[in-house]
């Protein structure tokens, strides 16, 4: 995932959860990276030539499932096989069969799973950790990607302020959390500026999101976080009026351009 992951676990009890929530996360990097070797470059090279395969990695699998279920809730707005190089080719194009684990393109196309990836890996490892009766648990994925399980340790939700990207000495939102999800998706900010980077594109056309905007979403799932901040941030007006609308107590986009989208002032809210 190319990430710095960190995980915190309050509690006296040893009984090597946090071992077995990080092989969870590294199990996930393992299945899901197209940066080295994996079950997915593996896929991707079938894709790419126009073959049909058989998905025998579990993850990737479930993985696969989780976003064939959500595509068309996101109004296909996350398409992990959406790429400025291949057009208009995105998971439109994609037939899997879920029942015989089997998957194919329609025309030449690869598997990026982005952001979802760390929303998955932190899932995974929220499951670990709930199997083990573990009530207090911070999980963090780069700072963009934050899962907790259970109450604070003090008491309570979880506080977090989520600074504002141009202006790091003022807050944007500031909300709490319990046994839930965030994920942050933005085009500005200093995490933007990373030189290997790729541009955030709007599926279906292909076009580049230039546009200066910064999207939060929470959810029970790490992965379905991540994949509606994406989506908010590529979404046209109207797309992004209905995704608000649908939770606008656990989604937010801000729009720093005045061009496209819906500015939502600062404000503190509690996610149930």
């Not at 998957?103 to 995974?124: S, T, V």
Request: hydrophobic letters at 45%; one cysteine or more.
């Amino acid at each position: 995932m190319g990430t710095r992951i960190e995980l915190h676990l309050f509690g006296t009890a040893e009984d090597g959860s946090m071992i077995e929530a990080r092989r969870a996360i590294e199990a996930v990097d393992d299945a899901l990276t197209i940066h080295r070797p994996s079950p997915t470059t593996a896929l991707n090279d079938s894709l790419a030539a126009g073959s049909p395969a058989a998905i025998d990695d579990p993850l990737l699998f479930d993985a696969l499932v989780e976003i064939d279920h959500a595509y068309q809730a996101m109004e296909g707005l996350f398409d992990p096989a959406a790429d400025v190089s291949t057009g208009g080719a995105g998971w439109n194009m994609v037939l899997f069969d879920r029942e015989d684990a089997r998957i194919r393109a329609l025309r030449p196309l690869a598997l990026d799973f982005g952001g979802f990836g760390k929303g998955f890996a932190l899932d995974r490892a929220c499951d670990v950790l709930r199997r083990a009766d573990r009530v207090s648990a911070l999980l963090s994925a780069g700072e963009s990607s934050i899962a907790v399980v259970g109450e604070h340790p003090l008491g309570g939700r979880w506080p977090f302020a989520i600074p504002h990207p141009l202006q790091p000495d003022r807050i944007l939102l500031e909300l709490e959390l319990e046994d839930s999800a965030l994920s942050i998706s933005s085009t500005v900010g200093e995490g933007t500026y990373a030189p290997d980077r790729a541009p955030m594109i709007r599926p279906g056309d292909g076009t580049i999101v230039t546009g200066r905007r910064t999207a939060v979403a929470c959810a029970r799932s790490g992965a379905r976080a991540e994949m509606m901040s994406t989506a908010l941030l590529v979404a046209d007006g109207d797309q992004a009026k209905r995704f608000l609308d649908g939770e606008p107590a656990r989604r937010f986009l801000f729009d720093f351009t005045g061009e496209t989208g819906i500015s939502v002032p600062p404000a503190e809210t509690v996610i149930r």
